[in-house]
C-alpha cells in the first residue's frame, strides 16, 4: 500500500494507528478525532483493509477524517515526514526515552508545531498495543495516569485522551465550557419591594409574624434572603404567583370551614 494523497497542511499531531483491527475503531477514533479539530488520521495495514463501511458508519458524519485517511505498509512510512513522534504505551519500557503524561506531552507538541515541525503520535493494536520496535521509532513516549491493575485502553479512548490533552493544551489554562447559560438580569427593585409586600401580607394573614415583637426581625431575614438570592423578573413574578396561589386555597379552605360551621349550628 502507498501514500495515496498529499500531506496536509499541519494543524495538529497526526494520529498513526498500527496494525487496527476492526473498522468499528477506526471509526470512533476519526469522531474522537472530529470532536478535537483533528483530521489527519494514518493507517498502518488495517487488519480488514480499506475503505470499511463500518468505519464510516462508526465515525457518527466525522466523513471529512474518514476521506483523508491514508495508508501505510510500515511504521517507518507512515512517519517519514514527520520530525517528533511520541509513542503511547501504559507499560515500562526498556529503553531511555523521555516518558511524558498526556498534558505536558500536548504542551510540547503545541511548541513544536508552532515551530513549524510536524509531529505524530503512535497508538498500537487493540490486543497488544506497539511492539518495541515501534516504540524505538519515537522520539518520546507518552502514557496516561490510569490504574495499573487496569491499564488496558480501547484505542478509541487513547485518541481521545489525547486529542483532549492537545486541545486544552491551546487554550492557555482556560478551561471554561464550550458554551454558558445566559445569565438573567436581577429583577427592579420594585418588583422585589411588591414581592416583599405580597409575601409579609400572606404570612400576617397566615399567622407567621408571631409573636408581634418579633414582627421586625422575621421580616427582614425574608426580605435578606430573597435579595441575596438575585432574583430575576420571572423568578419574582413566578414567586408571586405561588404566594397568589396559597392565598386562594387558603381563602377556599377558609370559606369552607365557615359554611360548615354554620351548617352546624343551625
Do not use: C
Request: no cysteine.
Amino acid at each position: 500500500m502507498n501514500d495515496r494523497s498529499t500531506t496536509p497542511p499541519s494543524t495538529g499531531p497526526a494520529i498513526v494507528l498500527v496494525e487496527p483491527q476492526l473498522g468499528e475503531n477506526i471509526g470512533m477514533v476519526a469522531r474522537a478525532m472530529a470532536n478535537f479539530s483533528l483530521a489527519d488520521l494514518r493507517l498502518v495495514n488495517p487488519r480488514d483493509g480499506w475503505p470499511s463501511e463500518k468505519a464510516r458508519a462508526a465515525a457518527s458524519r466525522a466523513d471529512h477524517v474518514i476521506d483523508s485517511v491514508r495508508l501505510f505498509d510500515t511504521v517507518e512510512a507512515a512517519v517519514a515526514d514527520l520530525n517528533f513522534v511520541l509513542a503511547t504505551t501504559a507499560r515500562p519500557r526498556d529503553s531511555f526515552k523521555p516518558v511524558r503524561g498526556p498534558e505536558a506531552a500536548s504542551l510540547d507538541l503545541r511548541r513544536r508545531i508552532a515551530d513549524g515541525e510536524r509531529t505524530g503520535i503512535l497508538f498500537g493494536r487493540e490486543r497488544w498495543g506497539l511492539n518495541n520496535h515501534e516504540v524505538g521509532l519515537a522520539d518520546e513516549i507518552v502514557t496516561f495516569p490510569v490504574d495499573p491493575d487496569f491499564a488496558s485502553l480501547n484505542i478509541a479512548q487513547a485518541v481521545l485522551l489525547m486529542s483532549y490533552a492537545f486541545q486544552v493544551a491551546g487554550r492557555e489554562g482556560d478551561l471554561s465550557p464550550r458554551f454558558a447559560a445566559k445569565a438573567p438580569a436581577p429583577a427592579p427593585k420594585q418588583d422585589l419591594f411588591r414581592l416583599f409586600e405580597h409575601l409579609e401580607a400572606s404570612l400576617d394573614r397566615a399567622g407567621y409574624f408571631f409573636p408581634e415583637a418579633k414582627r421586625e426581625v422575621l421580616a427582614q431575614n425574608l426580605r435578606t434572603m430573597l435579595t441575596k438570592a438575585g432574583l430575576s423578573e420571572p423568578e419574582v413574578r413566578t414567586l408571586r404567583g405561588v404566594v397568589k396561589a396559597f392565598d386562594h386555597e387558603a381563602g377556599r379552605l377558609a370559606s369552607g370551614d365557615e359554611s360548615e360551621a354554620g351548617e352546624t349550628g343551625a
